[in-house]
């Protein structure tokens, strides 16, 4: 069973931000992010590997705790989260307890 952090291990201030497909009126498709929630955060490295693909990609797999925010649980598959200013794709958000936390969990190919 996951825990609550304690407000002393939030100590990350990110970014939380949408994704958003506009199209002109040429027909062009342009992504837009929309910033949703900039919460405080407490970060757990789960796992990081290299793969050799033609190049050498690092994965780096993480989850972040946030308080809850209904705007993040409800667009979970379209939100990019920024943290020191690298990106990261938001897999999955979990509920932890009855309204209190949210895990996220991201990844990100640097």
Avoid at 53 to 82: A, M, P, Q, W
């Amino acid at each position: 069973m996951r825990k609550n952090p304690y407000i002393g291990q939030m100590d990350r201030m990110i970014q939380i931000v949408q994704k958003q497909t506009n199209q002109s009126t040429s027909g062009a498709e342009t992504v837009t992010e929309i910033t949703i929630s900039n919460p405080w955060a407490s970060m757990e490295d789960v796992s990081g590997t290299e793969e050799t693909d033609g190049k050498i990609k690092h994965l780096v797999n993480r989850t972040y705790t946030i308080r809850f925010d209904e705007n993040v649980k409800s667009k979970s598959n379209n939100l990019i989260l920024i943290d020191d200013s690298k990106k990261y794709e938001v897999l999955h958000v979990i509920e932890i307890g009855r309204r209190q936390h949210l895990e996220l969990r991201v990844k990100n190919y640097e």
